[in-house]
């Protein structure tokens, strides 16, 4: 198994590469997306550490309106159970910073926004420091994430008024695996 998942994640690099020097993912787990809020937002997304510490954050949402930008972020609590994600929590955020872009200060639990194709799928492939897989204050294992209604504007504190919350999902501490144990096999999304 574990063999078979380092060599999965060795080709999916090199697969990816041309723009950088390969590194080899230690391993991912994954969250699958269910609607919240009455929306039809679905989801998988893949969770891949890298080593230095970065965290690859590879995903595909769909049922997204044409061409729609959502906030995106990991939230404190794996607890999808009020039906419109608000039992999730606020967002992650272990090291105390307020709420941001990637450039500059921010939750660790912040993400880059998605945003739809014309179809309203978001595909997307992009990297995060301050969460980790397998432990420590920033590990990602059992949190909450969240898409939301509207885009994320990076400077109102703590949300960046993305407004409502129309899927969620738990994060897996099990490699290769979501939350509910279904094998999520890596895809290839490169960006
Ligand atoms: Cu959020
Ligand atoms: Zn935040």
Request: aromatic share 4%.
């Amino acid at each position: 198994m574990n063999t078979r998942l380092t060599l999965l994640s060795s080709l999916v690099v090199l697969g990816a590469a041309g723009c950088a020097t390969p590194s080899t993912p230690a391993t991912y787990v994954a969250a699958s997306l269910a609607p919240a809020s009455g929306s039809t937002v679905t989801g998988t997304v893949w969770f891949v550490q890298e080593s230095g510490g970065m965290l690859v954050v590879r995903g595909e949402v769909r049922g997204l309106a044409p061409n729609s930008e959502h906030g995106f972020h990991v939230h404190e609590k794996g607890d999808c159970s009020s039906g419109d994600g608000m039992s999730a929590g606020g967002h992650f955020n272990p090291t105390a910073m307020p709420h941001g872009p990637q450039a500059a200060p921010h939750h660790a639990g912040d993400l880059p926004s998605i945003v739809a194709d014309a179809s309203g799928v978001a595909r997307f492939s992009v990297r995060t420091s301050g969460v980790v897989l397998g432990g420590g204050a920033g590990d990602l294992a059992g949190k909450g994430l969240i898409v939301h209604a509207n885009p994320d504007d990076y400077t109102t504190q703590p949300t960046g008024n993305s407004g409502g919350r129309i899927a969620c999902g738990v994060i897996s501490g099990v490699a290769g695996r979501d939350a509910a144990g279904r094998e999520q096999p890596l895809p290839q999304i490169t960006m």
